[in-house]
């Protein structure tokens, strides 16, 4: 199995910007796919962003041009830098890897507020 780590959430204004970062460690040879769900208060559980082990990236509607995914496979971290932030990305930020076998981690989460 592989185990993640977020880290670099917090509280900021709009218009700031904060950079997640998840480490990665375990079964990491056998990760395929990489991505940043969030989770506002009474919300569901959303997709934010992917990105595959050749490097391709997609994005939720609502986060494209403020939003950047990518990972750094020497260290077995992966990014979400997030600019122009708004209220309503307010929520916990969730990291999750899959598995070539299709097996899914979930790292615990961690706070992102947005101030108005």
């Known amino acids: 199995q592989v185990q993640l780590v977020e880290s670099g959430g917090g509280l900021v204004q709009a218009g700031g910007s904060l950079r997640l970062s998840c480490t990665a460690s375990g079964r990491i040879f056998s990760i395929n796919a990489m991505g940043w769900y969030r989770q506002a208060l009474g919300k569901q559980r959303e997709l934010v962003a992917t990105?595959?082990?050749?490097?391709?990236?997609n994005y939720v509607d609502s986060v494209k041009g403020r939003f950047t995914i990518s990972r750094d496979n020497g260290k077995n971290v992966m990014y979400l830098q997030m600019n122009s932030l708004k209220p309503e990305d307010t929520g916990v930020y969730y990291c999750y890897v899959r598995e070539l076998s299709g097996i899914g981690s979930w790292g615990q989460g961690t706070q992102v507020t947005v101030s108005s």
């Open positions: 990105i595959t082990s050749g490097g391709s990236t």
